[in-house]
T-cell receptor
Framework: EAQVTQNPRYLITVTGKKLTVTCSQN?????MSWYRQDPGLGLRQIYY???????DKGDVPEGYKVSRKEKRNFPLILESPSPNQTSLYFC?????????????FGPGTRLTVT | GENVEQHPSTLSVQEGDSAVIKCTYS??????FPWYKQELGKRPQLIID?????GEKKDQRIAVTLNKTAKHFSLHITETQPEDSAVYFC??????????FGAGTILRVKS
């Protein structure tokens, strides 16, 4: 089954404790992206990757890191989480297409930082 | 960079009525405009999209219109049903991949 998976789905942590949210897709997509969703702000892009070893900042990259060592995986790293990073996080993937195309979203990770 | 504004933030309609959600974008180079639907507790899913070389696209009860000159595009849902209740997001892209989303519209269909 074609899908994007994320783990964990829920996470409660404390300020400053490093964490990683994993994202994996099995559709051979080149493009992968991380978004955060906050009420009234929609979906905002954190980082994206157009292929292996190619990553770039989105609109709200501060406090986050990513890596793309393999085509299927795109982990999101919070080295020192802070309460303002409490949010719902989505990973998404798609084929690289200048004409546009569907981005497939993972199920989401709800993160609470106390 | 691109900025997408979406209105209204909340929309309530009676079952069977039509619903219209409007978005404006700032970057005249944007050429791809998708709409995503997010049901409660679920992931966003693409429902329809339009490219800048097309003015209107329809898929059963949903349609999207694009006015490039005015830099706005709209989602139209006809004969609304309770299962249309969800959050709808518009987005714009200049390269087909990087999406900038609007803030979302909560649509409630009352039966």
């Amino acid at each position: 089954e074609a899908q994007v998976t994320q783990n964990p789905r829920y996470l409660i942590t404390v300020t400053g404790k490093k964490l990683t949210v994993t994202c994996s897709q099995n559709m051979n997509h080149e493009y992968m992206s991380w978004y955060r969703q906050d009420p009234g702000l929609g979906l905002r892009q954190i980082y994206y990757s157009m292929n292996v070893e190619v990553t770039d900042k989105g609109d709200v990259p501060e406090g986050y890191k990513v890596s793309r060592k393999e085509k299927r995986n795109f982990p999101l790293i919070l080295e020192s989480p802070s309460p303002n990073q409490t949010s719902l996080y989505f990973c998404a993937s798609s084929f690289l297409n200048g004409q546009g195309g569907e981005q497939y979203f993972g199920p989401g990770t709800r993160l609470t930082v106390t | 960079g691109e900025n997408v504004e979406q209105h209204p933030s909340t929309l309530s309609v009676q079952e069977g009525d039509s619903a219209v959600i409007k978005c404006t974008y700032s970057d005249s180079a944007s050429n791809y405009f998708p709409w995503y639907k997010q049901e409660l507790g679920k992931r966003p899913q693409l429902i329809i999209d339009i490219r800048s070389n097309v003015g209107e696209k329809k898929d059963q009860r949903i349609a999207v219109t694009l006015n490039k000159t005015a830099k706005h595009f709209s989602l139209h849902i006809t004969e609304t049903q309770p299962e249309d209740s969800a959050v709808y997001f518009c987005a714009a892209s200049r390269d087909g991949n990087k999406l900038v989303f609007g803030a979302g519209t909560i649509l409630r269909v009352k039966s």
